[in-house]
């Protein structure tokens, strides 16, 4: 049986790999650099309408899982001026100490939070809406799972959670050099579909999931698979949707 601490150290491990290589020489790893920072217009090209589609405000309590350099965090609060800050949760300290750098706002500073998105730090319905971008594709299923239990739970409801990552073409040729492609360091990507990922929100009682359709992200050339459950707030009907 795994437990939490197996799945704690084997996060730990990958996170370590991880920071190692995004510090190295390689092409991969300066294109990913260069990707979360100054290139998330490139990267993250859909997120920069996700305000206007999803007609949020300044009420909008944020929490973004795995926010890295904090460029979608700063990006929605920068559009929104959210009345209460903005949280920022990574399990790397390093991607945290980098976002404190690369933000002018200090205020923003607090809200950057180290820990798991399997076992996240917060009480239950904090936050009114989530975004996670590309952290599922290294996890596997059970860690998935896990990490949309914890998404229901902090998630208050009527809330909602964006999740997108690199998804399958369909094509396996292609689907095993975009896994190479995406791969940092020794990791073994999981491209997901729509379906996959909305599977897997259903198995943890995500009673309403849809398939998001963002885009465009023009960068790198891989399809993109994105989702938004949420917690129904009383009374919902699923029949309804
Ligand atoms: C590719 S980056 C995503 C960056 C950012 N979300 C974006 O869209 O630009 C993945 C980030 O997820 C973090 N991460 C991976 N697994 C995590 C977990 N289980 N809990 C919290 N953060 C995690 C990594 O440390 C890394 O900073």
């Not at 491990?13 to 490139?42: D, N």
């Amino acid at each position: 049986m795994t437990t939490y601490l197996d799945r704690y150290t084997a996060q730990a491990q990958r996170i370590r790999a991880y920071e190692g290589w995004l510090r190295s020489s390689a092409p991969g790893a300066m294109a990913l650099r260069w990707l979360l920072g100054p290139g998330q217009w490139a990267s993250n090209t859909a997120i920069y309408r996700l305000a206007e589609g999803l007609k949020l405000d300044a009420k909008t309590r944020l929490l973004d899982i795995g926010c890295e350099r904090g460029a979608v965090l700063r990006l929605l609060d920068d559009q929104l001026h959210c009345e209460v800050p903005p949280v920022g949760l990574d399990f790397s300290r390093a991607m945290l100490e980098q976002a404190r750098l690369d933000d002018p706002n200090t205020k923003r500073d607090a809200g950057l939070v180290q820990g798991s998105g399997i076992a996240m730090p917060f009480r239950d319905a904090t936050f009114n809406l989530v975004t996670c971008g590309y952290v599922l594709h290294d996890l596997d299923d059970d860690e998935v799972r896990a990490l949309f239990f914890e998404v229901g739970r902090i998630l208050e409801p009527g809330g909602l959670a964006v999740i997108w990552d690199f998804g399958p073409t369909g094509n396996r040729t292609l689907d095993a050099w975009n896994e190479r492609v995406v791969a940092t360091g020794g990791s073994t990507p999981r491209l997901r579909s729509n379906t996959t990922l909305r599977r897997l929100a259903s198995d943890v009682g995500f009673p309403f999931t849809r398939y998001a359709d963002l885009r465009p992200f023009l960068l790198p050339p891989i399809p993109r698979a994105s989702i938004i459950v949420g917690r129904p707030p009383a009374g919902f009907d699923p029949s309804k949707l």
